[in-house]
C-alpha cells in the first residue's frame, strides 16, 4: 500500500499549487480520501475530505472558497488545488485514505507559503 504526495513547495502569497497524491496497492475507489495538513509545533488537521465516488467534499473553514479537492479513480489519484495562500498555509500536506476496515496515510509533501 502507497499513497505519495508530490506537488508541494515555496509559493509566494497570493499564489496557487496544485497537490497531487498517488494511491497503489489498495482498492482505491473504495476509500473516502482526506487532506491533512501540520504546521511545525501545531497539531495535524483536516483541510478537506471527499467521499469514494468524488462527492460529498468538506473543507475546513479556513480553506473555504480557496481551495478544492477532487479525485480520479481511473488514476487513482486524489488532488487539492490550494489558491490564494497565505503565510498560514505553511505545512506538511498529507493524504489520507479511509474506510471501515483500513487506513492508511502518505508521508507528506512540504508547503511553504512565504515572500
Known amino acids: 500500500v502507497q499513497l505519495v504526495e508530490s506537488g508541494g513547495g515555496l509559493v509566494q502569497p497570493g499564489g496557487s499549487l496544485r497537490l497531487s497524491c498517488a494511491a497503489s496497492g489498495f482498492t482505491f475507489s473504495r476509500y473516502g480520501m482526506t487532506w491533512y495538513r501540520q504546521a511545525p509545533g501545531k497539531e495535524r488537521e483536516l483541510v478537506a475530505g471527499i467521499n469514494s465516488a468524488g462527492g460529498g467534499a468538506n473543507y475546513a473553514d479556513f480553506v473555504k472558497g480557496r481551495f478544492t479537492i477532487s479525485r480520479d479513480n481511473v488514476k487513482n489519484m486524489v488532488y487539492l488545488q490550494m489558491n490564494s495562500l497565505k503565510p498560514e498555509d505553511t505545512a506538511v500536506y498529507y493524504c489520507?485514505?479511509?474506510?471501515?476496515?483500513?487506513?492508511?496515510w502518505g508521508q507528506g509533501t512540504q508547503v511553504t507559503v512565504s515572500s
Open positions: 489520507r485514505a479511509r474506510n471501515w476496515a483500513n487506513d492508511y
